[in-house]
């Protein structure tokens, strides 16, 4: 199976190298000191005591890797619009597309879902809707990752803790197609699991770091001191509140209460999200996906987020004053 990782960064770099490990033909975009790097090294995982690396195809230009059965989109949403405008190449006819990614995508609102705003673009993750025309949505297979990984450096990842990869069908249907790639994450050694409904996952995992994201690179705290500061933790239960709200008025309703969900994130211990991590290393921030989209889909259903909208207003600024947004 012939599969391109687009974003060799610590998650696209620890799917590359399983998949590798499972016997794909696995290609690499890259360009500077990733692309040498992989190059000379090819993709290395670090995992506790292990090391394993994989020899890789590696091209800048998308156009010389040719059609793929599998893409993986593995970078962080601000990036996504130069991805799209370049991956035209990589994509035949039978490709799938599988977006590896936080937040909310650009095809949350496909596959019929969504009730009365099915179908709707949503603007705060593609302003032009230049993303889906790249696209299409026949080629998209959802994922949520549920793993904690870093970059020790270019193309060398480090695995913190987790193995989860959950992938399904925009429309829900158990297609011929989403459980072969299932089959092939299981065989690579992934906790795989197939989805009845992929965007229920993605906003499950939203409603936890929508909000301590943007806390830790406001305040540069690890996840405990967040959740340990009672009148922090009470601003971010009312803002899941919020969004628990609109989840339930576009077909996704969550069962459990803003503590319950803390105390998910609790049994992780102390750790940096992957915001702050961005925050420190200079590179853009993910507000839109994370954010931004919460309260546009609160728009759209009529619930009222004024929590929601103070939480973004002041990440986005403190990002504005850093040039990371």
Not at 5 to 20: E, F, N, R, S, T
Not at 42 to 55: E, K, Y
Not at 254 to 278: C, N, W, Y
Not at 304 to 313: E, S
Request: aromatic share 4%; with cysteine; net charge neutral.
């Amino acid at each position: 199976m012939k599969v391109c990782i687009y974003g060799a960064g610590a998650i696209g770099g620890w799917i590359g190298v399983k998949l590798a490990q499972a016997g794909c033909e696995v290609s690499v975009v890259a360009r500077g000191a990733t692309l040498q790097a992989l190059q000379q090294d090819g993709l290395v995982l670090n995992h506790g005591d292990t090391r394993a690396s994989v020899p890789v195809k590696t091209a800048e230009d998308p156009a010389t890797l040719g059609a793929q059965d599998l893409v993986v989109i593995a970078v962080k949403a601000p990036a996504l619009a130069s991805v799209a405008e370049r991956i035209a190449p990589l994509v035949g006819p039978d490709t799938m597309v599988m977006t590896a990614m936080n937040g909310v995508p650009w095809w949350f609102l496909s596959g019929g879902f969504g009730g009365a705003n099915a179908g709707k673009r949503l603007a705060a993750v593609d302003p032009q809707g230049a993303i889906a025309a790249a696209i299409p949505e026949r080629h998209v297979i959802g994922c949520v990752v549920h793993a904690s990984c870093s970059l020790d450096g270019p193309g060398k990842v480090r695995l913190h803790f987790g193995n989860g990869l959950i992938v399904g069908e925009p429309s829900g249907q158990a297609t011929p197609r989403v459980q072969a790639l299932h089959a092939l994450l299981a065989k690579a050694g992934f906790d795989a699991r197939l989805s009845a409904q992929i965007q229920k996952d993605v906003w499950y995992k939203l409603w936890g770091n929508m909000t301590v994201n943007p806390i830790s690179a406001l305040t540069g705290c690890t996840t405990d001191l967040i959740l340990n500061d009672e009148l922090v933790r009470g601003f971010i239960s009312t803002v899941m509140l919020e969004a628990r709200e609109i989840g339930e008025r576009i077909g996704i309703p969550i069962a459990e209460s803003p503590e319950d969900r803390h105390a998910v994130t609790r049994k992780l211990g102390a750790f940096k999200t992957s915001m702050l991590q961005d925050v420190e290393a200079g590179r853009a921030v993910e507000l839109d996906a994370l954010v931004s989209s919460v309260r546009e889909l609160g728009q759209l259903t009529g619930v009222p987020t004024p929590f929601t909208d103070v939480l973004l207003g002041l990440a986005r600024l403190q990002a504005r004053q850093r040039g990371l947004y």
